[in-house]
């Protein structure tokens, strides 16, 4: 069983910085494409960035283009998303994702439980 766990949300004021992990266990992910997905009180859940079985293929939702960089450690079996110049509309609880390398949530098969990113003016 796979099991996902996001840590690194928090608080933190327009402008600042927060850098999100997800650790799996039950079986190693290296053959599988990560995601980050978010989703905001009262919305779908969307897609945030993706990075395939090989690091140098990245995509990202154009709203975070530029600003969010998304990464990976095969060997600790990890993801990252490091998140700059954080806008209050980037305050969402975010999940951690394997799956396809798509920007489809239903592509995704494995999920962790969330973490809660809050960004004030």
């Known amino acids: 069983q796979v099991q996902l766990v996001e840590s690194g949300g928090g608080s933190v004021q327009a402008g600042g910085s927060l850098r999100l992990s997800c650790a799996a266990s039950g079986r190693t992910l290296s053959g599988d494409a990560m995601g980050w997905f978010r989703q905001a009180p009262g919305k779908e859940r969307k897609f945030v960035a993706g990075?395939?079985?090989?690091?140098?293929?990245?995509m990202y939702a154009e709203s975070v283009e530029g600003r969010f960089i998304i990464s990976r450690d095969k060997d600790k079996n990890m993801a990252f998303l490091q998140m700059n110049d954080l806008k209050p509309e980037d305050t969402a609880v975010y999940f951690c994702?394997?799956?396809?390398?798509?920007?489809?949530?239903?592509?995704?098969?494995?999920w962790g439980q969330g973490t809660q990113v809050t960004v004030s003016s």
């Open positions: 990075i395939g079985r090989l690091p140098v293929n990245t």
């Open positions: 994702a394997a799956g396809k390398y798509t920007l489809l949530s239903k592509d995704y098969v494995y």
